[in-house]
């Protein structure tokens, strides 16, 4: 099973930025598609953004303009860079990948709190 480590989480004030980032412990060229999601409390997991091996990326229409999802096969990482953030934006955000032979795995997750 391909491991996640993921970090960047943290507590940040509306309007402010952070980055989140997840490295698998496989081949980053071996990674399908690279997904983030997030959980916020006493709602279900949604899918945050997606970005395939081709580097094509989609949205969840309440993140669109606002998050960037980007592949650094250098650093065999995925980033999810997120600004302007809101209240709403508050949850446990997890990296989930697929392979090219179909395996799927997720991290642990990373709190990203948006407070003032």
């Known amino acids: 099973q391909v491991q996640l480590v993921e970090s960047g989480g943290g507590l940040v004030q509306p309007g402010g930025s952070l980055r989140l980032s997840c490295a698998p412990s496989?081949?980053?060229?071996?990674?399908?598609?690279m997904r983030w999601y997030r959980q916020a409390p006493a709602k279900q997991r949604e899918l945050v953004a997606s970005?395939?091996?081709?580097?094509?990326?989609n949205y969840a229409d309440s993140v669109k303009g606002r998050f960037t999802i980007s592949r650094d096969n250098a650093n065999n990482t995925v980033y999810l860079q997120m600004n302007s953030l809101k209240p709403e934006d508050t949850a446990v955000y997890y990296c989930?990948?697929?392979?090219?032979?179909?395996?799927?795995?997720w991290g642990q997750g990373t709190q990203v709190t948006v407070s003032s």
């Open positions: 989930n990948v697929m392979t090219t032979d179909l395996r799927g795995s």
């Open positions: 970005i395939t091996n081709y580097g094509s990326a």
């Open positions: 496989e081949s980053i060229f071996s990674m399908r598609v």
